[in-house]
């Protein structure tokens, strides 16, 4: 059975107000695009801020960011469409680490697979950890939550940890930062010698590069197509 949501939690946690009624159609619209680190500084300095409700998905409690799926609720059922299961582990891992941590759909699915994990989800956006807590019982399955930029939070962090999950969409957006070296090195050094690094990004013409990227810093790359998506599956060696 599916989690109640109540009406507070429609949209940006504000009592009275009401989810839009249309269902997201896909996880990735067609007109996605990457944001690069210029623009990112523009969105935070006040342009539109994101809209972020709680609606459905092909059948399943979605979460969404400008109308685009970032999480769905996890229950005892079998999970629908969707790239997260290629994102797990194969193994139990002893410590995991979520970049993107949205609504917990793959902290939610590992501890379905493994059993309790010590597991410590990074996310931003206040409004979404919010609705995590009220509607998708992401504090079930997680350690540690922490509202923090994860570029920044990364590069003071101390591991190692055996599993590190990268979904950092916001909407329709994929911050350019995630394949930057920088970036890509502290998520190498917080991983544990025998550890998965996961990354999910867009299936486009700029997947042939990103891949690349990521290979001049992991030296065993596996790149899975998920519908619009693709989950690079990085070892540190």
Same mark, same amino acid.
């Given at each position: 059975?599916?989690?109640?949501?109540?009406?507070?939690?429609?949209?940006?946690?504000?009592?009275?107000?009401?989810?839009? &009624?249309?269902?997201?159609?896909?996880?990735?619209?067609?007109?996605?695009?990457?944001?690069?680190? $210029?623009?990112?500084?523009?969105?935070? $300095?006040?342009?539109?801020?994101?809209?972020?409700?709680?609606?459905?998905?092909? +059948?399943?409690?979605?979460?969404?960011?400008?109308?685009?799926?970032?999480?769905?609720?996890?229950?005892?059922?079998?999970?629908?469409?969707?790239?997260?299961?290629?994102?797990?582990?194969?193994?139990?891992?002893?410590?995991?680490?979520?970049?993107?941590?949205?609504?917990?759909?793959?902290?939610?699915?590992?501890? &379905?697979?493994?059993?309790?994990?010590?597991?410590?989800?990074?996310?931003?956006?206040?409004?979404?950890?919010?609705?995590?807590?009220? $509607?998708?019982?992401?504090?079930?399955?997680?350690?540690?939550?922490?509202?923090?930029?994860?570029?920044?939070?990364?590069?003071?962090?101390?591991?190692?940890? !055996?599993?590190?999950?990268? !979904?950092?969409?916001?909407?329709?957006?994929?911050?350019?930062?995630?394949?930057?070296?920088?970036?890509? &090195?502290?998520?190498?050094?917080?991983?544990?010698?025998? +550890?998965?690094?996961?990354?999910?990004?867009?299936?486009?013409?700029?997947?042939?590069?990103?891949?690349?990227?990521?290979?001049?810093?992991?030296?065993?790359?596996?790149?899975?197509?998920?519908?619009?998506?693709?989950?690079?599956?990085?070892?540190?060696?």
């Amino acid at each position: 059975m599916r989690q109640p949501i109540d009406e507070e939690s429609r949209i940006d946690g504000i009592p009275g107000q009401e989810a839009p &009624k249309e269902d997201a159609s896909a996880q990735v619209p067609e007109d996605a695009e990457e944001v690069s680190a $210029a623009e990112q500084v523009d969105i935070r $300095a006040g342009a539109r801020p994101a809209r972020v409700w709680i609606g459905e998905d092909e +059948g399943q409690t979605a979460l969404l960011v400008d109308g685009v799926v970032q999480s769905v609720y996890v229950d005892d059922g079998p999970l629908g469409p969707g790239y997260w299961p290629l994102m797990l582990p194969d193994v139990r891992p002893r410590s995991a680490l979520i970049l993107g941590l949205g609504g917990g759909t793959i902290p939610h699915l590992i501890t &379905k697979k493994f059993g309790p994990v010590h597991i410590v989800g990074v996310d931003c956006d206040r409004r979404v950890l919010h609705l995590a807590r009220q $509607a998708f019982a992401v504090e079930r399955c997680t350690t540690e939550i922490v509202e923090a930029d994860a570029f920044d939070w990364v590069a003071s962090a101390t591991g190692p940890y !055996d599993y590190v999950a990268v !979904d950092l969409f916001a909407g329709d957006s994929i911050p350019g930062r995630i394949f930057s070296r920088p970036f890509l &090195k502290d998520v190498k050094r917080l991983l544990a010698p025998g +550890g998965l690094a996961a990354v999910n990004f867009f299936k486009d013409r700029r997947s042939p590069s990103r891949a690349d990227r990521l290979g001049r810093v992991f030296p065993r790359v596996e790149v899975i197509e998920s519908r619009k998506n693709l989950v690079a599956r990085c070892r540190p060696r």
